[in-house]
Every structure is written in structure tokens, then in C-alpha cells.
């Protein structure tokens, strides 16, 4: 039996499951929400990334499973959980580069989430069946964590879009901002 529809399905049915919750009771929140306390609840459950290791523990993995995969994909996650502990620490305590320390581990936690996508899929192309008792992070885990990365993006940017529309308001050379992505409250 070919596991591979599973899987997208299962995949799938994350990503319509989290839209859902988003969609209930993240969105109308993060709306209302200030922009540090906003990133803040955003980056809380990337802390939980460090059970990508569990792609390094044998029994939980098949040892078919490339180490090409799960070395990257494991100690990737490792980093994001540490940037998102900084992260918060930063925003919490105000900071002055926690700005910055968003920027960098939400680049870093969605590009190593793509990027580990990519490879399980096209570059080493691994079974589903490889991932044994870890089946459920691409599954379950990672459709909500893109989800949460594509909303902290839009928080971000948010602000910068905010913040260039009240220069130009005000006359300020630079600030001309496509009239699309204005704030429409």
C-alpha cells in the first residue's frame, strides 16, 4: 500500500484543522492584540521544536530514514526553539533588538521548516513509513507552525506598513505606500 496519500492527506487535513482554529480564535485576537504580545503568543509554540530531535532516536525512526534528512531537519527545529525562547525573552523584557531577534527567528524557523519539507519530499525523497513514530511532526506539528510563521510575517510587516502610512500622512519623503497594502482600519 502506498503511504504517500496518506500522509498528504493526513497533511492536508492539519493545515484545514489549524485554518479553522486560526480562523476562530487566533485571528480576531491577533487584531486586537499588541504587536509584541501578538509575536509573543506566535512564537510560544515554536519553543516545543525541539522534538524534531526525536528524527535522531532510533526506534522512533527507521534506520532507513537518511541522515542527509534528519540531521538538518532535527538540529534546524534545535535552533528554532532557541531562537524562540530568545525571542520571547527579548519582546518580554522590551528590548531594543527584539524586533530583530523576531525578524531573524521567524526567517530562520520558516525556512528551515520549507527547506525540510523540500528534501523529505524531492531530495531524499523519504518514505513516510522512515518517519515511524515521528509521523505525526510533518503531519500534525509543522501545518499549524507554517501557519503561525505566515501570521507573525504578517505582524511584522504590519507595523512597517503602519508605520509608512502615518509618515506619508504626514508628508514624509519616502513614505509613498502602494494603496493595497495600507491598513484598512
Known amino acids: 500500500m502506498n503511504s504517500l496519500p496518506l500522509f498528504g492527506l493526513s497533511v492536508l487535513m492539519s493545515f484545514i484543522a489549524f485554518g479553522i482554529v486560526t480562523g476562530t480564535y487566533i485571528w480576531p485576537r ?3 492584540a ?3 504580545e501578538a ?4 512564537t510560544v509554540p515554536h519553543t516545543f521544536r525541539f522534538i524534531g530531535l526525536s528524527l535522531l532516536i532510533p526506534g522512533v525512526v527507521s534506520p532507513a530514514l537518511p541522515s542527509a534528512f534528519s540531521f538538518p531537519a532535527a538540529y534546524g527545529d534545535l535552533v528554532a526553539a532557541i531562537l524562540a525562547i530568545l525571542t520571547i525573552w527579548s519582546l518580554s523584557a522590551r528590548a531594543g533588538l527584539a524586533t530583530l531577534m523576531a525578524w531573524v527567528f521567524n526567517l530562520w524557523g520558516a525556512v528551515d521548516l520549507f527547506v525540510a519539507f523540500y528534501q523529505g519530499l524531492f531530495g531524499v525523497r523519504i518514505s ?3 518517519l515511524g513514530a515521528a509521523f505525526f511532526i510533518p503531519t ?3 501545518p ?3 501557519v ?3 501570521l507573525m510575517f504578517w505582524v511584522l510587516l504590519r507595523k512597517a506598513i503602519r508605520h509608512a502610512a502615518s509618515s506619508e500622512s504626514r508628508g514624509l519623503p519616502g513614505a509613498n505606500v502602494d494603496p493595497l497594502l495600507k491598513p484598512l482600519h
Do not use: S, Y
Not at 509575536?39 to 506566535?42: K, R
Open 140 to 142: 500534525v506539528l509543522v
Open 128 to 130: 513516510p513509513g522512515w
Open 34 to 36: 499588541r504587536r509584541d
Open 30 to 32: 491577533l487584531q486586537m
Open 144 to 146: 499549524p507552525l507554517i
Open 148 to 150: 503561525t510563521h505566515g
Open 39 to 42: 509575536l509573543i503568543a506566535l
